[in-house]
């Protein structure tokens, strides 16, 4: 399906008996429209470097994964639906339709308790956050362990992608081309210094098969937390460490200016799975926030780059200018410890 098509189905079709309204979700991978009490998200066919919807039958697997793998910790994902054509009226039903494509179909959730919202309004207690720890820690509790070793090579050249977008900071006297080449240097000589210690951690059991992309814009804060949106295009987006998962959220709620609660979910997680957290091993989880916000500081650069709106360039250059300060104070606090 393409836009138009997206719009046409919004205009005319209904999902449930219910009508859609005008609002559409975009992002580079997907579309998502509403009912009043449901969201139907459809993948665009589009292949990428780490992903491949370019087929129906591709985009219907995927479909199919993304119920399977975000029931683990959702109950808000209901069904994998065909979207057609009987003859001008849209269909959307496992029927006898021309099937057009396929979409998921979810519970629609107030955007308004989306926590990234909240955390903006200082509106996430610490009693919610503990809540959203034990939750997180029992699904990382009984995920499938992944036997994936650790890989030097592979990890240095993780973060030294960020040197991809030293151009997007070419400006006159602009810091952040120098900083990126120090912060790689960085990162090269922790990693050769402390891969022992993520040997032992993939060799422990701590490589999992979560969610993949923890943050806050996936988590509706509820009376009882709503976990979404986890990575299916890409098992190895999805297998890692589970305080790489972890380190996402941490990472998140700091740039939102909450280290208070970046603690206390951090503290509450160790201490619900039981697990020793020391000083050696704690400089492990502020790497792995370092290597998030390097990630978002990439993304959002190359989204600057990439958008037609000179308002959202703009804002999405800023905000990857935050995460590469976010990167320099955490490389400080390596430094310290």
Not at 28 to 56: E, G, N, R
Not at 63 to 73: A, D, G, H, I, M
Not at 240 to 249: H, M, P, R, S, T
Not at 261 to 275: H, I
């Amino acid at each position: 399906m393409e836009k138009t098509d997206i719009q046409e189905l919004v205009q005319h079709g209904t999902l449930y008996n219910q009508a859609f309204d005008r609002n559409i979700q975009e992002t580079h991978i997907s579309w998502v429209v509403f009912t009043a009490d449901f969201a139907l998200k459809i993948k665009k066919p589009v292949k990428l470097s780490f992903l491949d919807f370019s087929t129906l039958e591709l985009r219907k697997y995927f479909c199919e994964q993304e119920v399977t793998l975000n029931s683990r910790f959702s109950d808000i994902y209901l069904a994998v639906v065909a979207l057609g054509l009987d003859g001008e009226k849209w269909v959307i039903e496992n029927g006898k339709q021309t099937v057009l494509d396929y979409g998921v179909v979810m519970i629609r959730q107030k955007d308004s308790l989306r926590m990234d919202h909240l955390l903006s309004k200082k509106k996430v207690s610490q009693e919610a956050i503990c809540q959203l720890a034990r939750q997180v820690a029992d699904f990382h509790n009984d995920a499938g362990v992944i036997s994936t070793p650790f890989h030097l090579i592979g990890a240095k050249g993780l973060f030294r992608d960020l040197r991809s977008i030293s151009g997007n900071f070419k400006i006159t006297d602009s810091e952040w081309p120098d900083f990126i080449e120090d912060a790689i240097r960085f990162s090269d000589e922790f990693l050769t210094k402390n891969q022992n210690l993520f040997i032992t951690r993939a060799k422990a059991g701590q490589i999992r098969d979560v969610h993949g992309d923890l943050h806050s814009r996936n988590i509706f804060m509820n009376p009882e937390p709503v976990i979404f949106d986890c990575i299916e295009f890409n098992a190895t987006f999805r297998q890692i460490d589970v305080w790489y998962e972890v380190a996402f959220l941490c990472m998140d709620m700091e740039f939102y200016g909450h280290l208070e609660l970046s603690e206390v979910f951090f503290n509450e997680y160790n201490n619900y799975k039981g697990e020793l957290v020391t000083k050696e091993n704690r400089r492990i989880f502020t790497y792995f926030k370092l290597l998030r916000a390097n990630v978002r500081a990439k993304v959002l650069a190359l989204e600057a780059s990439q958008g037609n709106s000179p308002k959202s360039n703009k804002g999405n250059l800023s905000d990857s200018i935050r995460y590469l300060q976010l990167m320099r104070e955490y490389i400080k606090e390596l430094g310290k410890s």
